[in-house]
């Protein structure tokens, strides 16, 4: 009989392996094409894995609440073809056919089973697909893509390639773990999944990215003024609460535009300066855990596009609801201390992004103003904002004028 490998797919940057929440199928079960296999959970978001083939289930290789690593094979589907009384899993057997199953290559591209399939009948090579430039997550070849491709080579027209460039491996000082010592009445916590994963997704932000961190006081009294005015109209018209958020989120943005090295990522001695301006917006959710949805092309937005994507989407993590284009692509990230009345703090920067900015609790403090009968003292609202930056290609200066920007756009906020 021919068979079909389902593996635990990647399902966002730095994932490297998935929690089984859910069957939505057993051994036996006729399944379509896009019909739904089994929901996983990650670090960053809940997902229904979809069924890339036709056929029936044949093996269920996992228990729900099993944590899988990418690429690992999770069910096997028996599909359509002649039975020659031996398994096999791939319906091309010769040395040029392309697996039927995710893969990552030399280079760490991955393709879905989709993809590799549809590659696989149009007779297109491993090293023809890897030249084909893909629109999706991370430069990914989605079904379009290839589509598109096929149709392309029929006719004759010849598709741009992309060079990949084999990313290098971060050099990592071998360090030995410290000792931990416990004793009977202390009590031990196993970390859970998405836990783990943030783990050791922040000590590789640490060895990859030498970090920095700049802060800068900020007067948001104008800021603070102008949402007074409009709560009450927003809330009413809006049907949402006016946050300081969409005004964050906008100033950054246009320190974005004014300094498109800030929005970039780095691979190996490549600077790749981002087209779009997508921000992700940390969440901390009801487990103490945090996810990073994204708002897609935020400079694009208004105020109020901002506020309604924004609650959105916070509103969607906390029900475990993000859809996976909800947190991917992202290209900065900003993190709300002052929601916990911190002042201050030095985030950590969420790879492959550059820099990450911290935003503090807005509160009342004398200040010193300069008026055209000499300096008062004045009661204003101050905010601390923190940056924390990839010194290999944002240095102090650019770090610095950068966030000057953004502080600057928020105390003449009045001018909008």
């Known amino acids: 009989m021919t068979t079909f490998d389902i593996k635990m797919p990647k399902l966002g940057e730095s994932i490297t392996e998935g929690t089984i929440v859910a069957w939505s199928v057993k051994v036996g079960d006729a399944v379509k ?23 029936t289930v044949l093996k269920i290789l996992f228990s729900e609440g099993d944590t899988v690593s990418v ?14 009384g031996e398994q096999d899993t791939s ?30 009948e149009a007779n297109i090579p491993m090293d023809e697909l890897d030249k084909i430039q893909g629109s999706g997550y991370l430069g990914r070849l989605s079904k379009k893509d290839i589509q598109r491709y096929i149709t392309q080579k029929k006719d004759g027209v010849t598709a741009p390639a992309v060079t990949v460039a084999k ?17 009977n009445e202390d009590q031990i916590v196993e970390m859970d999944a998405v836990r783990r994963i943030i783990a050791d997704h922040m000590v590789l932000s640490k060895k990859t990215s030498p970090h920095v961190t700049t802060f800068v ?17 927003f809330l ?113 920067i969420n790879q492959p992004q550059v820099a990450i900015l911290g935003i503090g609790y807005i509160v009342k403090k004398p200040a010193v103003l300069e008026t055209a009968d000499g300096d008062v003292i004045a009661i204003r609202h101050k905010m601390i904002l923190s940056l924390s930056y990839d010194h290999r290609i944002v240095n102090g200066a650019l770090g610095g004028k950068f966030l000057l920007h953004i502080a600057e756009y928020l105390e003449n906020w009045d001018s909008k």
Do not use: C
């Open 236 to 348: 009413k018209h809006e049907g949402i609460s006016l946050t300081y958020m969409p005004a964050i989120v906008e100033a950054a943005t246009k320190a974005l535009i004014a300094y498109p090295q800030v929005n970039a990522s780095v691979e190996g001695y490549r600077m790749i300066l981002k087209k779009h301006i997508n921000i992700g917006i940390a969440v901390a959710l009801d487990d103490g855990n945090l996810v990073v949805p994204v708002v897609h092309d935020a400079d694009k937005l208004s105020i109020s596009g901002l506020a309604h994507t924004m609650d959105s989407l916070a509103a969607n993590a906390r029900a475990n609801k993000l859809k996976i284009d909800d947190i991917q692509g992202g290209t900065f990230t900003i993190t709300n201390f002052g929601t916990f009345k911190n002042i201050a703090g030095t985030p950590i």
């Open 217 to 233: 006081e900020v007067d948001v009294t104008k800021l603070v003024e102008w949402r007074k005015r409009n709560k009450d109209s």
């Open 167 to 183: 990313k290098p491996e971060p050099v990592v000082e071998d360090r030995v773990q410290p000792q931990v010592v416990s004793s």
């Open 71 to 84: 690429g690992t094979v999770v069910m096997v589907m028996q599909i359509e073809g002649e039975s020659t």
């Open 33 to 55: 094409e896009d019909d739904i296999l089994f929901e996983v959970t990650t670090a960053k978001v809940n997902a229904e894995i979809p069924s890339p083939v036709e056929g």
């Open 91 to 120: 319906s091309d057997t010769s040395s040029a056919a392309i697996e039927t199953a995710p893969v990552e290559t030399k280079e760490e591209k991955w393709y879905s089973p989709v993809v590799l399939r549809l590659a696989n």
